[in-house]
């Protein structure tokens, strides 16, 4: 299984950047996907989780701010990251999660200057 996200950058508070990731090398349809977040000497948090029936759940932090969604034919999720803060800037994971396992892609920068 590989995820490979894309999209990370710089960006100004107030503005926008589009986070993707494409999975490969399993079937994905029944699981869960979604982004997580980490800043040094901190926890991975979540942002946001995308279930296969297209229910979503977002930190209370990102809450009207990003949007999550996926493709479950084209094995992709993407996150709109809309009202950037520098409380926003960290790694970003993309996940997959199903019955009985869990994998990570390798993480994308993405930093908000003020």
């Known amino acids: 299984v590989r995820l490979v996200e894309s999209g990370g950058g710089l960006a100004q508070a107030g503005g926008s950047l589009r986070l993707s990731c494409a999975a490969s090398?399993?079937?994905?349809?029944?699981?869960?996907m979604g982004w997580y977040r980490q800043v040094p000497g901190k926890q991975r948090e979540l942002v946001a989780t995308?279930?296969?029936?297209?229910?979503?759940n977002y930190a209370d932090s990102v809450k009207g701010r990003f949007t999550i969604s996926r493709d479950s034919a084209k094995n992709t999720v993407t996150l709109q990251m809309d009202s950037l803060k520098p409380e926003d800037t960290a790694v970003y994971y993309c996940n997959t999660r199903g019955s009985t396992s869990t994998f990570w892609g390798q993480g994308t920068q993405v930093t908000v200057s003020s």
């Open positions: 090398g399993g079937i994905f349809s029944a699981n869960v």
């Open positions: 995308a279930t296969p029936g297209g229910s979503t």
